[in-house]
């Protein structure tokens, strides 16, 4: 192999690398902030980052304005039509679990490559609604204990780093794109947001 080959090599290698193992949008680290010095403006700046993912419709379909959930990175209304119910968890003629199980599970093709699958797979209670909301509006209601189910910022922090099913939305199932980054990195920016005062934004009225 002459040069010219082996260097045209390399570059396929490394153009199909960075397309299957790069994260499709970066989640910068909270060190990328080092030089604001205002803490508040910091802190600040740690969560506008984080709300990439927050914002991001892996999490976003499951924490809808209305009883019901959506679908895809348009947010569509869920197909087939399926309501929260009492629990969260669908109503007693269609539950959640008849469709979704414990996994991801890869559909025998189709336009639906996979159904996406959690042991908790369940809608976000109303009071956690997010869609439509501004960041600085997530970011008031996220550190409120009457609509972030009575957690403190400690919980929030480590329910964010390390909880199982906000942690699907980086292993989505085939056929979904993952939330930027990896959940290591929101877990971080989510720490430092919080070791900084937690600030939001003013939210506009
Ligand atoms: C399959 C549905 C589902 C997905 C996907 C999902 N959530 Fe949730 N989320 C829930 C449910 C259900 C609760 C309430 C459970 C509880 O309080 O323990 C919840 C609660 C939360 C809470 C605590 C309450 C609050 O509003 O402060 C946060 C924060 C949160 N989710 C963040 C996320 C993030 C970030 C993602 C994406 C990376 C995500 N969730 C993806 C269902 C989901
Ligand atoms: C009749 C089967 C069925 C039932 C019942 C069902 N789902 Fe789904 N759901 C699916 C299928 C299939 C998909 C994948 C669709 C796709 O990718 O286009 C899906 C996708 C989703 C998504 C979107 C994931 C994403 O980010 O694109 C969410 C959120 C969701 N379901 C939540 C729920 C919740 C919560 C319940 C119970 C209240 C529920 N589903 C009940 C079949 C069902």
């Not at 970066?26 to 990328?32: D, F, G, S």
């Not at 709300?51 to 991001?56: G, T, Y």
């Not at 956690?128 to 996220?142: H, K, P, S, V």
């Not at 877990?187 to 939210?203: D, E, S």
């Amino acid at each position: 192999m002459n040069r010219a080959h082996a260097l045209a090599l390399l570059c396929i290698v490394f153009a199909s690398m960075s397309l299957a193992d790069a994260p499709l949008e970066p989640l910068r680290a909270p060190q990328a902030f080092d030089s604001i010095r205002n803490r508040a403006a910091r802190s600040n700046a740690y969560f506008t980052e984080a709300a990439k993912v927050l914002q991001h419709p892996r999490c976003l379909n499951c924490h809808p304005a209305t009883r019901t959930p959506t679908q895809g990175d348009d947010l569509h209304p869920h197909i087939p039509l399926v309501q929260a119910g009492p629990e969260n968890r669908g109503t007693k003629e269609l539950p959640c679990s008849s469709c979704h199980g414990p996994e991801n599970a890869p559909t025998l093709g189709g336009r639906v490559k996979s159904v996406p699958g959690n042991e908790h797979w369940s809608l976000a209670p109303a009071s956690m609604a997010w869609q439509g909301l501004t960041t600085a509006q997530i970011c008031e209601q996220i550190k409120d204990p009457k609509r972030n189910g009575n957690r403190t910022l400690a919980q929030i922090e480590k329910h964010l780093a390390e909880d199982h099913l906000v942690g699907w939305a980086w292993h989505p199932g085939e056929g979904r794109a993952p939330a930027p980054g990896t959940q290591e990195v929101f877990g971080q920016l989510i720490a430092a947001w919080v070791k900084t005062g937690a600030h939001c934004q003013q939210a506009s009225l």
